[in-house]
């Protein structure tokens, strides 16, 4: 199956320091994602991205899917940006979503 | 964004019971959902995938016989771990895509709130 490697696996920032999260992925996708997990558990949907750029407030993300990877940036963060930040793909072969390790995020005040 | 919710939001049972799991798409249909496990520090991985009207599919290493799954409509899909230990206490999240009836590649996934179960 597909391998999906996220970097860094931990990362600790000041409050207002601007982030890059990385994802890369082995084999070509039809779908990729990148979700924020709270302290509740709760994944919430950041950006539905098989290819191109997004942008969505503070957030914004990049896949180049040719090249098998994409980049999640956080801009002036908050404390509110701490959590598990996972990326997951859809192989072109299925239906099934298969994530990553994630990123867990620590931002202090 | 489309809207999955998970009942109940936590449990605590009995070595030995059953426990069921629902998880329901509020505003589209989904003909397939999809379920996941959790553990403390981990990634989410998929148990099953859940067909509305026919079985689930299991990946490698779930028992079926032990998480059941039934996906009696094309809102609502159910997960019961039955005669549950300690070992199956963990994070149980479902999935369904907003592709519509039928159609579920290249769609969204949305999750549901997630369901702790700690089994004494």
């Known amino acids: 199956g597909i391998q999906v490697e996220q970097s860094p696996p931990d990362l600790i920032l000041q409050e207002g320091a601007n982030s890059t999260l990385r994802c890369n992925f082995s084999?070509?996708?039809?779908?990729l994602q990148w979700f924020h997990q709270n302290p509740w558990g709760q994944l919430i949907n950041l950006f539905y991205?098989?290819?191109g750029t997004k942008q969505n407030g503070r957030l914004s993300a990049t896949t180049v899917a040719t090249e098998r990877y994409s980049l999640l940036y956080i801009s002036s963060s908050q404390t509110t940006d701490s959590g598990v930040y996972f990326c997951?793909?859809?192989?072109?072969?299925?239906?099934?979503?298969?994530f990553g390790e994630g990123t867990q995020l620590t931002v202090n005040p | 964004g489309a809207v999955v919710s998970q009942h109940p939001s936590w449990v605590i049972c009995k070595s030995g019971t059953s426990v069921k799991i629902e998880c329901r798409s509020l505003?589209?249909?989904?003909?397939?959902m999809f379920w996941y496990r959790q553990f403390p520090k981990q990634s989410l991985m998929l148990m099953a995938t859940?067909?509305?009207?026919?079985?689930?599919?299991?990946e490698q290493g779930v028992e079926k016989d032990k998480f059941l799954i039934n996906h009696a409509s094309l809102t609502l899909s159910t997960l019961t771990v039955t005669s549950a230990h300690p070992e199956d206490s963990s994070f149980y999240i479902c999935?369904?895509?907003?592709?519509?009836?039928?159609?579920?590649?290249?769609?969204?996934?949305?999750f549901g709130q997630g369901t702790r179960l700690t089994v004494v």
């Open positions: 999935s369904a895509r907003t592709g519509g009836a039928g159609w579920v590649v290249n769609t969204e996934a949305f």
């Open positions: 084999d070509s996708v039809n779908n």
């Open positions: 991205i098989p290819s």
């Open positions: 997951a793909v859809e192989e072109t072969s299925g239906s099934r979503l298969t």
């Open positions: 505003d589209f249909q989904a003909t397939t």
């Open positions: 859940s067909n509305e009207g026919s079985k689930a599919t299991y």
